[in-house]
């Protein structure tokens, strides 16, 4: 008899045992099978004579999915070594690493392409039966007769405005819809010119193409238009020269725009190019993996989950904005596709490029010792395009108009005058507030182990969020006597309000999660932006990538004070980032730029290499401090976070869980458990217990003995619970 081990998504760290049932299917195959009274889809990952379970009780797959690809040995490998490394079962890892199509229990049947196509009669009678003024419609006929067929994002190449031209033609038997097997390519087409390298860049070039055919990680290091893209375009070019060879293109969540997706079609139009993203119709969604899958795809950019994409023929991986938060999965499977990306490129023997202006400390620290190869752009490709002046504005003034000094009020009314936009910055991305003294910039520490604590306004105490440590609010500064001591960062929330009473024939726009939930609207937003009905926006991160506004001159920061006292010593190193990111939207045409930013703190050493746009001296300072305080990248962590709706439900759980780690613990710290900045969320009391090693070896010793134990817990079956690994918010 024949054993099928499957994988399904179930939360059960193993594979279950099915009869084949005189079916014939393959390791990789997806299978239909009986689970409790479900259906389930799932994939074979073992097949074997025998079983350790009860012959009698081993049911036999329903169906066998024969006619659909089998998931590589390559692929399954890659999935294999992150539930082992992330610590989650390996058939939710997976099926969430499949498209949505393939959990489904149906056949999964990839959404056919759309496509336009010359009818026998418009052929036969012409491109001069269209009107003469028609010049659009004329631009299509020729396209669909050099062609054959084309396809919608192809068209959208062709022109914006492609549908109402094709219209007519349709509506009088000139052009019909046809279903196309692949994405349109443009066999005749003349790749765009691309621009004369510089030195740098060559050099990067050079690199990066002389270690294909093996293993090889590069941090390519430029600010924003330093031309990393032109580098990446360049090495793509080079891999794709290849018979067959395959590229996979990692960007933001955020990044992922037509322009970039423009950029790449222009240049390569005789290769399939093929995007993976959430944004995505599941129909869609497979159709593409499918093409990247089977080969047919050149090149696949697509956002953190694409990582997974099977492609056969990889020959080499470039991370975009390496360094970007969206990289990371915050549930299910934790894992950070950057991470992945490189454990990937090493499975199959290829380099990967991590592009970015302001890489991870993780990353950075990883160049400086010699582990990546470190290659600098250290200019802007286009000399005129100058780099905005960075100032700071002194906040320490009576004058504040709920959170607007009157320089920066001053400097978006000028602005307005002369009709150009403005962005206001506002940082409120894991805000935990700390003690300040705004006269000597003293800041709570925590004696224990170097973290700052977190003020808990209600209970009247500081907390350790990273140890556990907890005492009372002093009465006055310990350092200068100052007896005004206020968390920081408070009063952004009347900023919109502020605007229209100060500037009242001001456009504001605000930009946020909320305002752009919809699919679309960013873009509508961005499009309002661009058509000059904006004066002023108020944005978070969300507007400080990826778009450029060229009438846009002012970028104002209002609210940074309190990342860099953070407790979360990640903050300081993501607000140097977004800080650049948003310095990079401000003059980018023929307008100098000018970025203000509000700070008590004028002197910290971030806005000093700011105002020089020097990462490198804000990265050695901070990797100093983390050095000092044992944090990583000089530690490896992981959390454990723990929910329930009562609080002793989390308290037994954790009391278990610390217990369970205790003989096993010898080369590793467990903190004590403490409560996060959101102790309750959702109804759900909360906490989490950090856990540090010296290596990422004795973290991974520690966990593979410790998670299958939290697993067998009795009291885990009343809280939610889950293991983060290298965490980004702890
Ligand atoms: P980044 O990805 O670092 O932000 P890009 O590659 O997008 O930078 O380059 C910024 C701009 O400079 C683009 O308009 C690009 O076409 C142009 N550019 C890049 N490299 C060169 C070059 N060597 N010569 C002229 N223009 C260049
Ligand atoms: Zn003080
Ligand atoms: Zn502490």
């Keep these: 008899m024949t054993i099928l081990r499957v994988a399904l998504d179930v939360p059960l760290d193993t594979l ?61 490998r890659l999935i294999k ?50 009107p003469k003024g028609a010049a659009l419609q004329r631009k299509l006929w020729q396209a669909m007769s050099a062609l054959g067929a084309i396809d919608e994002p192809a068209l959208a190449q062709l022109s914006k405005g492609w549908r109402n031209a094709m219209r007519p033609l349709l509506e009088s038997g000139t052009a019909e819809t046809v279903e196309m097997e692949a994405p349109s390519i443009m066999p005749d087409a003349q790749p765009v010119a691309a621009p004369q390298l510089n030195e740098d860049q060559q050099q990067a070039v050079e690199v990066i193409t002389a270690s294909l055919g093996g293993f090889k990680v590069s941090l390519l290091y430029g600010i924003t238009g330093s031309g990393k893209t032109e ?38 139009p005789t290769h399939v190019m093929v995007s993976l993203h959430s944004q995505m119709s599941d129909g869609e969604r497979l159709r593409n993996w499918r093409l990247a899958e089977s080969g047919q795809a050149r090149i696949v950019i697509g956002t953190r989950l694409s990582v997974f994409t099977p492609i056969p023929n990889l020959r080499l991986i470039v991370v975009d904005e390496e360094h970007d938060g969206s990289y990371k999965q915050q549930d299910g499977m934790r894992y950070s596709a950057r991470d992945v990306a490189v454990v990937r490129a090493k499975q199959v023997n290829i380099p990967i490029v991590l592009g970015s202006a302001t890489p991870a400390l993780e990353t950075w620290h990883n160049a400086q010792t010699g582990r990546y190869a470190l290659l600098t752009l250290r200019q802007r490709a286009v000399a005129a395009a100058e780099l905005p002046e960075i100032i700071t504005i002194d906040a320490r003034t009576p004058m504040l108009r709920d959170g607007l000094t009157p320089g920066l009020i001053e400097a978006l009314r000028e602005r307005l005058k002369r009709g150009e936009q403005s962005l206001l910055f506002i940082n409120r991305r894991g805000f935990a507030p700390v003690l300040l003294c705004s006269a000597c910039a003293w800041v709570a520490p925590c004696k224990r182990c170097t973290s700052r604590l ?39 929330q009347r900023l919109e309000n502020t605007l229209a009473e100060l500037l009242p024939e001001a456009r504001v726009l605000r930009v946020d999660r909320d305002s752009t939930r919809n699919k679309g609207s960013l873009e509508k937003m961005v499009a309002q932006v661009h058509d000059g009905n904006i004066d002023i926006l108020i944005g978070t991160q969300m507007l400080a990538k990826g778009h450029d506004f060229p009438n846009l001159t002012l970028v104002g920061v209002v609210d940074s004070d309190g990342a860099l006292f953070s407790p979360d010593y990640r903050a300081a190193e993501r607000l140097f980032a977004q800080l650049m990111q948003v310095a990079g939207r401000a003059g980018r045409a023929d307008k100098p730029g000018e970025v203000l930013i509000q700070t008590a703190f004028p002197d910290h050493v971030l806005f000093h290499a700011l105002k020089q746009h020097d990462y490198a001296e804000f990265a050695a300072t ?9 944090f990583p990248p000089y530690c490896h962590e992981a959390l454990m976070r723990v929910e329930a709706s009562r609080m002793e439900l989390v308290q037994e759980f954790m009391i278990e869980a610390i217990k369970a780690a205790r003989p096993l613990s010898n080369q590793i710290t467990v903190y004590d458990p403490v409560r996060p900045q959101m102790e309750r969320l959702k109804g759900m009391e909360r906490a989490q217990l950090l856990v540090q090693a010296a290596s990422r070896k004795a973290l991974q010793q520690f966990l593979q003995n410790w998670v299958p134990l939290l697993r067998g817990l009795p009291q885990g079956s009343k809280v939610r619970w889950s293991v983060d690994v290298d965490p980004l918010e702890v």
């Design 231 to 268: 580098v990446y375009m360049r090495v793509l070019e080079s891999a794709l020269q290849e018979d067959r060879a395959q590229v996979l293109v990692l960007v933001p969540e955020i990044n992922l725009t037509p322009q970039l997706e423009g950029r790449f079609r222009k240049r390569f």
């Design 622 to 630: 901070l990797l100093e401090d983390r050095r000092m305080a044992g």
């Design 81 to 130: 070594f992150c539930a082992d490394y992330y610590q989650s079962p390996i058939g939710q890892v997976i099926m969430s690493a499949l498209p949505a199509r393939l959990r489904d229990v149906k056949l999964a049947i990839p959404e056919k392409r759309i496509g336009y196509r010359l009818t026998d009669t418009g052929r036969v009678a012409g491109i001069d039966v269209l």
């Design 16 to 76: 279950f045992d099915y009869a084949s049932g005189g079916m014939s299917a393959e390791v990789g195959q997806r299978v239909l099978v009986p689970f409790g009274p479900r259906k389930l889809a799932g994939i074979v990952l073992e097949k074997t004579a025998d079983s350790a379970m009860d012959a009698k009780r081993i049911k036999p797959v329903i169906d066998v999915f024969a006619c659909e690809p089998l998931l590589s040995p390559k692929a399954i």
């Design 454 to 492: 977190v003020v808990h306004l209600r209970q009247r105490r500081l907390k350790c969020h990273h140890c556990g440590h907890e005492e009372r609010i002093p009465a006055q500064c310990p350092g200068c006597g100052n007896p005004d001591l206020h968390p920081t960062g408070q009063g952004t």
